[in-house]
């Protein structure tokens, strides 16, 4: 049987330890598991996009910044 919330009594368990419970669980999943190999459609993606860097490097945006206008956005 699969265990479920209520039987783990996780759902006893505030929001805040969920969160953490999930990222726990999430990290060991990803320690003990090896990455997906790319597609050829995703691997064409990332050449693009690392050409069009290479290309324009001015055009990058810090990652201060775009955190900044999306909490702006989030907040109004």
């Given at each position: 049987m699969t265990p479920t919330l209520e039987s783990l009594g996780i759902d006893?368990?505030?929001?805040?330890?969920?969160?953490?419970?999930?990222?726990?669980?999430?990290?060991s999943v990803a320690a003990e598991t090896e990455p997906p190999a790319l597609t050829d459609a995703q691997k064409k993606e990332i050449d693009r996009r690392l050409a069009a860097h290479a290309a324009n490097p001015s055009a990058a945006v810090p990652w201060e910044q775009v955190e900044a206008a999306a909490l702006a956005r989030i907040s109004q």
């Open positions: 006893k368990l505030s929001v805040a330890d969920r969160i953490a419970l999930a990222q726990a669980i999430w990290d």
